[in-house]
């Protein structure tokens, strides 16, 4: 899928510059909070409870109301800390996810695998049948499940987003080149040949429902599956992930699946997991690119996060060391040069100075 979402791409970065956002504010011990299923009731914290910088806060709201933001929601170990809504959106209003969206996929394949439907280790042709693509069949039974999870199938990413057997050609070796490209939702037909139901039937009943999501598939293009949830429900999926999988006492995904998705999944792009973006890592490659940028995506954001990332800046930003969750949802935060805007380097200046 050809996204640009916003970035700041610094030509030369070191790794002391990211070394330095990873400061030593202890962790509040607290349990984790999960939030109960089929209710509005959620636990705060407050910025006085946590210590927090409360000259910071205005700030951060002001910058994220520039920058045409709808919502905003920062999590504690799993309480509400700041949660914000802007230009007439609503706690209850759906948004889309745009590419954040790819991340739940990656989950389900998880769950589908853990539920012994599918293998990501197998071919994608022992799911799709062979054809799939016009690649020749010999380079197409080269591109495992794994592949189209870690966007390293091969198939050519200048073609469009299109996913038909048609605009599916080959381009390398699967596993040996990295590039971003809308063939990743094809392991949505894989979950529902494999488990023999409908994608959303299964994607509601062993996701969504379980931990308390609101939300739908639609479908904007050809073949263009784009999940639309309001804000809280996006936190909730960050809160589970936060959590390596597991729903208060329930497994949703396994820890070990999670792990996984959630680390450096190959050795071309090491800022990329299972359709998971991670930051902290020593370079990374970004959309419509080849190029190698030097460094952490987000110099100013904390080594350990990961992140889910998409169209017109919708973000879950996941930060294991400080517990914390922070989702954003809204309109593109500059209207030019996306792929260049300094958007998550300036928010995160913003967001750490509420803590440091």
């Given at each position: 899928m050809k996204i640009i979402f916003s970035l700041i791409i610094l030509v030369v970065l070191s790794c002391d510059s990211a070394d330095n956002n990873n400061n030593t504010t202890p962790i509040p011990a ?327």
């Open positions: 607290e349990n984790m909070y999960f939030p109960p299923i089929g209710s509005s009731s959620w636990e705060t914290k407050s910025i006085a409870d946590l210590e927090w910088n409360q000259n910071a806060v205005q700030p951060l709201l002001d910058y994220l109301e520039l920058k045409n933001t709808k919502s905003c929601i920062i999590l504690v170990n799993g309480r509400i800390v700041l949660e914000n809504y802007f230009n007439g959106h609503e706690v209850n209003t759906p948004w889309y996810w745009a590419s954040a969206g790819k991340t739940l996929t990656a989950t389900m394949t998880g769950i589908a695998e853990q539920q012994g439907f599918l293998n990501t280790n197998n071919k994608v042709s022992d799911y799709l049948n062979t054809g799939w693509t016009t690649a020749p069949l010999n380079k197409e039974n080269l591109i495992l499940c794994k592949h189209l999870l870690t966007m390293t199938s091969g198939l050519d990413d200048a073609l469009g987003d299109d996913v038909s057997p048609a605009n599916l050609k080959y381009k390398a070796d699967s596993g040996s080149r990295w590039a971003y490209h809308n063939v990743y939702v094809k392991l949505q037909d894989i979950v529902a040949t494999a488990t023999n139901q409908t994608w959303g039937n299964y994607f509601n009943s062993q996701l969504r429902d379980k931990i308390g999501m609101t939300g739908t598939w639609l479908t904007s293009g050809e073949d263009l599956s784009v999940y639309w949830s309001n804000t809280r429900s996006m936190a909730r999926f960050g809160l589970l992930m936060l959590n390596k999988g597991k729903w208060n006492s329930t497994t949703i995904v396994n820890k070990n699946y999670c792990t996984t998705a959630t680390n450096i999944s190959q050795n071309i792009n090491l800022g990329y997991g299972y359709l998971w973006w991670l930051n902290g890592k020593t370079s990374y490659h970004l959309p419509q690119s080849q190029l190698e940028f030097p460094g952490s995506i987000i110099p100013t954001a904390p080594n350990d996060m990961f992140m889910a990332l998409g169209k017109n800046d919708q973000k879950i930003y996941i930060v294991p060391s400080k517990k914390m969750v922070i989702v954003r949802m809204g309109d593109a935060a500059d209207d030019v040069n996306l792929a260049l805007s300094d958007f998550d380097e300036v928010l995160w200046e913003k967001i750490s100075a509420l803590y440091q």
